[in-house]
């Protein structure tokens, strides 16, 4: 039933196109938080597909010290991709950080809100969580380093 509804509000964002582009289907804002409580500061840099076409963007590298976070915001179009390379002391990983898992995991069928999605970078690894709640309540490992 829920896939019905996913599908169903698919269609009916693209039929009427009420995003600020006629492409777009939501908005999301994604959250970059280093939950890591050392002195050893989380290196990400993001970068993105945004349609099937192939266009590319660069978020950018950050630094992010303990505690620290950093976000976008983008419109979502069929094949919405992005990805982040994290480097922490000795370990480096490269995930998706938004792609169809985070759109099922994080979207609340509020089809006129800006959808939110939360990351924490922890020493064991990646979690994800549609709310910001403190860890470990909601979040859920969604990749390891």
């Not at 777009?24 to 050893?40: A, M």
């Not at 099922?104 to 979690?127: H, S």
Request: neutral net charge; aromatic residues 18%; hydrophobic residues 45%.
């Amino acid at each position: 039933m829920n896939m019905i509804i996913r599908c169903l509000f698919i269609l009916t964002m693209l039929s009427f196109s009420i995003a600020s582009s006629p492409n777009d289907i939501c908005f999301f804002r994604v959250y970059i938080i280093n939950g890591i409580e050392d002195n050893i500061p989380v290196h990400v840099s993001i970068k993105g597909k945004i349609d099937l076409g192939g266009h590319t963007v660069d978020i950018g590298n950050h630094t992010l010290a303990s505690g620290q976070e950093f976000d976008w915001k983008f419109g979502v179009v069929i094949g919405t991709y992005y990805s982040g390379e994290f480097l922490w002391g000795p370990k480096h990983a490269t995930i998706s950080v938004f792609n169809t898992f985070v759109f099922n995991t994080c979207f609340d069928l509020n089809i006129f809100a800006v959808q939110r999605c939360y990351w924490m970078v922890k020493p064991e690894g990646f979690y994800i969580n549609i709310y910001n709640d403190k860890f470990p309540v909601g979040w859920k490992l969604a990749h390891s380093w």
